[in-house]
Structure formats: structure tokens, C-alpha cells
């Protein structure tokens, strides 16, 4: 309920008012509607995608930006747009998901091969990972004079989402429901290598199809939003401190708690300085820099 | 207890190589670079008990490579400073030019001094040989306060902004914050350097979020100015911060160089150094703030570099082959000078490319952090 009241309210903010001009309608369904489509895509996409990964690595500090995930899916768009100046949105976005994958394979063989003392040191490696990777975008972006774009891109926003740029954002669906067939084996590779095996799930496959899925998702955001900073971060774990950690039951509610997180952030990025508006990443990033610092010390606190 | 028995020559006394193989107004600088081992204790002691090294071969081969990279750093200098230089040799205008290229130079021993030990020390006292002290939040900070002068004054603000106070006040935000996150490791319920370290890097990167916002609003011609100013590039320092960096620098590197016997300590882990009766949260403490001294400094000086610090340690543990800090960090020092100096003297006069220089070095040091992090296997 709380999340169709939002959405609701998402469809009624604006600046342009769609009942007192004659051509009020025609701009709903061409700007409103759309945008509040890619902000329940997007939500539900980065959420699920930060689950995923937290499933694979078995760490409750992993998502796309702290894993680097997102820099490389930003350096594979870079580069398509190098190389291919003119290259449709499908070919951005496959460049990004190519990245994308990649990137967070490398960052997986680099689990797998170093011995961690403490979970807290996942992230840090990740984000020096993704460190390395944007000076290589920032580095290939000065020479070739699409700095201020990069940051552009990079800035995840809403604004520029309007009827003919959204709709590759359906593929998203494609994923989430591919992450619902996958759940229980999911869960399985979320208990470790030897349990997930015991019971039956191909782990190496499972994760290859984990980070496939993620890649995707991360990918087509990357290019249509941009990045969504802790997104998958804050949503899994406030979802799963309540439910606990049954993937399946809780897939629905990391769906829905990502698109009111995010529906919530886009709205007050548009009112807080109407008539113009913040990227809705500047707000997410504050606020899930909070809940991240909060989470730290929960964990800590623990021991 | 052994650090208090020995005087340590922590204080930079002017040594061999360097004074005589740089311009005499360097001289004053050099001393930056102290060989502590060059005191009574090291050499004496080595014949009793265990030394730094397993072999005196092994102290030879140290002091070899040493030398080397010193001269070879050196000879880069004194390149800089009078290759292609237009004037006759001698003349006053020949001393001109090279005086302003000395400003360069006294940036680059100042940031090699600063990342090397900073970045040893650190590790050390994190027990961990990836993480760098640059990751947390100093750059997001150094990118914001940029950002947020050009966003609010313009791009006059910004060179109006290039005076020795506004420097002092980069400075003292930068380990403000610093000092805040470590008091909090020092009185909160915990004592958890790594999620210390993790919170740093997120404020960073909330910080960014802000910085990347401003940077949109910004107009091209604002944003290029901007941008040139994000890099690290030596050309960001001004001699005016120098009487401001320079003591600071002086002092901590004193500082950690006369902490470097118990930095040893400090590397064999909690237990063992508290059995040996070290206070390990207030000697973590220390050198933290130390190492966030000089890494503020650095930033506030020449603005970013990222990996310059983890290439130089991870070198020097390579080249070293020592535990002993009053061996590491000359040798961290001398060869961030190495590489910042020879960067420089191949991107002027080779590649005609010297704006990207940073970038290179930050490419070179990011793909050694991701070597080093798959060949080895372990934190």
C-alpha cells in the first residue's frame, strides 16, 4: 500500500501541471509514466542484484558499488562510445554488461584466491578495485574530452528518462524473474560451496548465472540511470534484519522495499529545490552512506 | 622495550649521497630523507644479536640498491632541473629557471616523503599490505572542498583561493576529519580498525555524490578549470604553502622514523606486541595520526594520487627484503622519489605529455595493487 501511495504521489509531482493544460495527458504518459516505470524497474533491479551478490560472496557488505560492478559497467559504456561514437542504446548497454560481467568475475576470482581475516575488508578491496578501474575511465574520458560526460552519466538520475529511452529498462523484468526461477538454488550457493553441492545445486553454474543476471541488471541501469549508490546494500539487509534469510519469501519484499526506497529518494530529489532537481543519487548516496555506517557498527558491535 | 634504550637518529641530519649529489639549495631538503641506520645502535648491534638483515650480504645488497635508486632519483632531479633549460649554463637567467623548476622538485621530495612513509606505516600498523591510506575520504574530501569553491565563488575564487591560509585550512579539515574517525576507534565500543577504515571510505564516497553534483552544475569552461585542478599534478603546489608543509613534513616523518623500532614491534601483531609490553591501540593511534598528517598534507599539496603510495611500499618490501622500518621507509622514500622524478623528466622530454603524468603513475600502481592482490593470495 505505502508503495502504490508512493508511486501515486511520484505520478502527481511535477513541475508541469497536467490538469490545467490542454495537453496535459499526452505529457503524462510521455514523462510521468515512464519515469515512474524506470523508478520501479530500477529499484527492484538494484536491489535483487545486491542480494544476489550478497548470496554469492556470503558477505552482507557486497553490492554493485562496493564491488566495483558499477565503474566497470561505466568503462564498458566508455568504451563503446569511444570506439563507437554513434552506437545505438543497445549497443551502450551491451558494452556495459559485457564490463560489467567481467568485472565482477574478476572481482570473484579475487574472493576465491585471497583468504579474508575479516568481512569488512570485502568492501574495502572492491572499492579500491573500482578506484583502479575509474582512474582507467577517467584516464581514457580526459583524452578523449568526455570527462563532464562520464560524470553525467555516472550521476544516477531520473531526469532524463522520458517515453523512447526507458523502455530497454524491461529487460530488467526479464532478469527478476529469472532471479525468482533461481531463488532456492541461490539460496543453496548462499550456504557455502560444500552444502550447496551436498544438496544437489552445480555451484560453479549457479554463480555463473548469479553474476550473469547481476551483470545485466547493473548494465542496463548503468546506462539508462545511471549508478544508484547502496541501493543493494541498504534494501537486503533491512529486509532480511526482519525476515531473516530465506531468499524466496523475501525476494518480493527486497522488490518492493527497493522501489519505495528509491520512489521516496526521487521524490525528494524533486522537491527539495523545485523547480529544479537534485539526481536522486546524491540522495540515495547520503542516505545509504548513513545506513551503510550504521550497519558497520552493528556488525562490529557484534564482533 | 627496546625503543627507549637506544637514541634513535630519528632527527634529518644531512647525509652522504644526497647532499652531494643534489644542487646545493636542495641541500636543505634533502635532509628530509634521514638514513637512520647510520647511528651507533644498528651497526654495533647487528654483531650481537639478530639484525635487520640474515646476511651481511643481504645489508650490502640493501645499501647497493639504496644507493642506486638515491642516485638514480637524483639524476632524474638535477635533469628536471637543467635539461633543455634555454639559457647558457652559469648565467642568471640559467639560475632563474632553474630556481623555478626547484619548485617542482622540493613538491616532489615533499610528496614522496609524505605517501612513502605514510603508506608504510599504515600498513604496518593495519597489519595489511593492500590497503593504502589514500582510500579513506581524504581525496573525496580534497575533491569536495575544490569543488565546492569553484561551485560557490567561481573560477576567480579559485585562484584567489591559492593563498598559503586557505592551504592551512585544507589542511587542518583534512585531518580533522581523520582525527575524528580515529577518536571514535579510540572511545567508541569498538576497536575495529577495519570498520574505522570502511566508515572512512563511505563518508568519501557520500562526499562524492555531493562533489559529483556540484561538478554537474558547473559550466564546461568551470569544469575544465576544475578538472585540471582534481588530478595530482606536482604544478598544484605553490611555494607559498611550502613554509606551512615543509615543517609539518619535518616533523612527522622525525616523528615516524624515531617510532620506527616500535613500528617493528607493532608488525608482529596485537598479542605479541602487547606481550612485549607495547600499548598497541595508543602506539596504533600514533602512527595513524602521523600517517594522516602526511597524507593530508600530500593531498592538500598536489591533490590526489591514489596508488603512488602502494607502488612505493610494495616495491620496497620487494627490493628491501627487511622487516625493519629504519630500513623500509628510506628506501619507500627513495624510490617515490625515483618514480615521481623519473616520471616527470620521461613525460617532458620524451613523451612531451607531462599533464597526464599522475594518471599514468596512478595506472601503473592500480594494475601492480591488482597483481599483487591475485599472485599473493592473502591479506
Known amino acids: 500500500m505505502v508503495v502504490l501511495a508512493l508511486l501515486g504521489l511520484s505520478l502527481a509531482t511535477g513541475q508541469y501541471s497536467i490538469l490545467s493544460h490542454a495537453d496535459g495527458w499526452e505529457m503524462f504518459r510521455n514523462v510521468r509514466v515512464p519515469r515512474t516505470l524506470a523508478l520501479v524497474l530500477a529499484g527492484a533491479a538494484m536491489s535483487m542484484s545486491g542480494l544476489v551478490m550478497q548470496l554469492i560472496t556470503q558477505n552482507r557488505f557486497v553490492e554493485p558499488t562496493t564491488t566495483g560492478t558499477t565503474e566497470w559497467a561505466g568503462l564498458g559504456l566508455l568504451a563503446v562510445m569511444v570506439v563507437f561514437p554513434r552506437a545505438s542504446v543497445l549497443g551502450r548497454m551491451a558494452g556495459a554488461v559485457t564490463a560489467a560481467f567481467l568485472g565482477t568475475m574478476v572481482f570473484f576470482l579475487l574472493l576465491r584466491r585471497v583468504s579474508l581475516r575479516s568481512s569488512l575488508l570485502v568492501p574495502i578491496i572492491g572499492m579500491m578495485l573500482g578506484a583502479v578501474v575509474s582512474a582507467v575511465s577517467t584516464f581514457v574520458a580526459l583524452q578523449t574530452d568526455m570527462l563532464q560526460s562520464l560524470g553525467v552519466w555516472f550521476q544516477g538520475s531520473f531526469t532524463s528518462v522520458y517515453r523512447g529511452q526507458y523502455e530497454v529498462l524491461w529487460i530488467v523484468v526479464a532478469v527478476v524473474a529469472a ?101 536522486v543519487a546524491v540522495v540515495l548516496g547520503l542516505v545509504g552512506a548513513a545506513v551503510f555506517i550504521a550497519l558497520i557498527i552493528r556488525q562490529t558491535r557484534r564482533g | 622495550m627496546t625503543s627507549h634504550a637506544y637514541a634513535v637518529p630519528g632527527a634529518p641530519t644531512t647525509t652522504a649521497p644526497e647532499a652531494t649529489g643534489a644542487p646545493p639549495a636542495a641541500g636543505a631538503t634533502a635532509g628530509l630523507s634521514p638514513h637512520p641506520p647510520a647511528g651507533p645502535a644498528g651497526r654495533s648491534g647487528a654483531a650481537r644479536r639478530s639484525g635487520a638483515f640474515a646476511t651481511p650480504a643481504a645489508r650490502r645488497r640493501w645499501w647497493l640498491t639504496y644507493l642506486a635508486v638515491t642516485g638514480l632519483a637524483v639524476c632524474f632531479a638535477v635533469g628536471l632541473l637543467v635539461w633543455k633549460n634555454p639559457m647558457p649554463p652559469g648565467t642568471r637567467g640559467f639560475w632563474l629557471i632553474a630556481e623555478r623548476r626547484l619548485d617542482a622538485i622540493v613538491a616532489m621530495i ?270
Open chain 1, 179 to 279: 532471479i525468482f526461477y533461481y531463488a532456492d538454488h541461490l539460496t543453496a550457493v548462499g550456504l557455502g560451496e560444500d552444502v550447496a553441492t551436498n544438496i544437489g545445486v552445480d555451484y560453479r553454474r549457479t554463480v555463473l548465472i548469479g553474476t550473469g543476471l547481476v551483470a545485466v541488471a547493473t548494465g542496463t541501469v548503468t546506462v539508462v540511470v545511471g549508478s544508484l549508490p547502496f541501493l543493494g546494500l541498504i534494501v537486503p539487509n533491512l529486509v532480511s534484519m526482519r525476515r531473516g534469510d530465506d531468499l524466496r519469501s523475501n525476494l518480493p519484499w527486497v522488490c518492493l522495499v527497493g522501489i519505495a526506497l528509491v520512489t521516496a529518494c526521487d521524490l525528494l530529489a524533486r522537491t527539495i529545490i523545485a523547480p529544479f532537481e537534485i539526481p
Open chain 2, 110 to 379: 615533499v610528496v614522496a616523503v609524505c605517501q612513502a612513509l605514510a603508506t608504510v606505516a599504515f600498513q604496518t600498523a593495519t597489519s595489511n599490505r593492500i590497503i593504502t591510506p589514500s582510500i579513506m575520504g581524504f581525496e573525496s574530501l580534497y575533491r569536495a572542498i575544490q569543488t565546492a569553491t569553484i561551485f560557490f565563488f567561481g573560477a576567480t575564487g579559485l585562484t584567489a583561493t591559492r593563498t598559503a591560509p586557505m592551504f592551512a585550512l585544507r589542511l587542518a579539515l583534512m585531518v580533522g576529519l581523520s582525527l575524528l574517525l580515529y577518536s571514535w576507534l579510540l572511545t567508541g565500543g569498538t576497536r575495529n580498525l577495519y570498520s574505522m577504515l570502511l566508515i572512512g571510505i563511505v563518508i568519501g564516497s557520500g562526499l562524492g555524490s555531493v562533489t559529483t553534483f556540484m561538478q554537474r552544475l558547473l559550466t564546461p569552461s568551470e569544469f575544465d578549470l576544475l578538472s585540471a585542478r582534481l588530478f595530482g599534478s606536482i604544478a598544484n603546489a605553490d611555494s607559498d604553502y611550502y613554509p606551512i608543509a615543509i615543517p609539518l613534513v619535518v616533523v612527522c616523518a622525525a616523528a615516524l622514523l624515531a617510532y620506527s623500532r616500535r613500528l617493528n614491534v607493532l608488525a608482529l601483531g596485537r598479542d605479541t606486541a602487547t606481550t612485549l609490553g607495547l600499548n598497541h591501540t595508543r602506539a596504533t593511534i600514533g602512527v595513524l595520526v602521523l600517517v594522516s598528517v602526511l597524507m593530508a598534507t600530500s593531498t592538500a599539496l598536489v591533490g590526489p594520487m591514489t596508488f603512488l603510495g602502494f607502488l612505493v611500499a610494495t616495491l620496497s618490501y620487494q627490493l628491501s627484503g627487511t622487516y625493519d622500518h629504519r630500513y623500509l621507509f628510506p628506501m619507500a622514500t627513495s624510490l617515490g622519489l625515483l618514480v615521481l622524478t623519473g616520471a616527470y623528466f620521461i613525460m617532458r622530454h620524451v613523451f612531451y605529455a607531462q599533464g597526464v603524468v599522475s594518471i599514468i603513475i596512478e595506472l601503473v600502481g592500480g594494475s601492480v595493487f591488482l597483481a599483487v592482490v591475485l599472485r599473493k593470495g592473502r591479506l
